[in-house]
């Protein structure tokens, strides 16, 4: 079988329900958003030290593969599972790493290590997919409601991650000073 088939070069895709749609739709450019997620998560496994952290983020690409998949139609269960206890264990996993951190009080700056800031480049695209999601929801699509919710705790996970990573790598937290004077020429 080729990779190549072709089908795709009018500017039109099938998603995997058979639905034939732009490729620039909401439902495509968001699942081509994940696909963006996966890469960054890819290089954060890369970069993590810690092998807690290492298969974590493993599992995590596994089920950004079942969100595309469902994003794009595909609707057996059995072979791409995710469901509400998913949204659940992601909120289990912010709660046990935002225990391991000081609390935030402040607004963060984005930055520290270089994993800490692959981390929050991979949340912003999540962000980015989840409201390419919700605009397919409300024009084009019928979205599962558990995949926006597991994609707005995912959303959360990365953003606690980023700053847990920095704390154990012993960066502080850059806040956000609203009044910061401009730098000198």
Not at 22 to 31: D, I, P
Not at 62 to 84: I, M, R, T, V
Not at 134 to 141: F, I, L, P, S
Request: glycine share 4%; aromatic share 8%; hydrophobic share 45%.
């Amino acid at each position: 079988m080729n990779i190549y088939t072709k089908k795709g070069d009018s500017g039109f895709t099938v998603l995997a329900g058979g639905q034939k749609v732009a490729k620039n739709s909401c439902l495509v450019v968001a699942y081509g958003a994940l696909d963006e997620v996966s890469a960054h998560l890819a290089k954060c496994r890369y970069l993590a030290k810690e092998d807690k952290l290492r298969e974590l983020l493993t599992y995590l690409l596994h089920k950004l593969a079942n969100c595309a998949a469902l994003a794009a139609g595909y609707q057996d269960e059995q072979k791409c599972p995710l469901n509400e206890a998913d949204v659940t264990y992601l909120e289990k996993a912010i709660d046990s790493y935002s225990a391991k951190t000081p609390p935030i009080n402040h607004i963060l700056v984005p930055g520290g290590s270089e994993l800490a800031i692959e981390l929050n480049l991979a949340r912003a695209v999540v962000r980015r997919s989840e409201l390419l999601l919700w605009q397919a929801q409300n024009t084009e699509a019928k979205i599962p409601h558990f995949l926006l919710c597991y994609i707005n705790r995912l959303s959360d996970l990365l953003f606690i991650l980023m700053n847990y990573v920095n704390n154990e790598d012993g960066v502080l937290a850059e806040t956000w000073a609203p009044s910061l004077a401009a730098p000198m020429l």
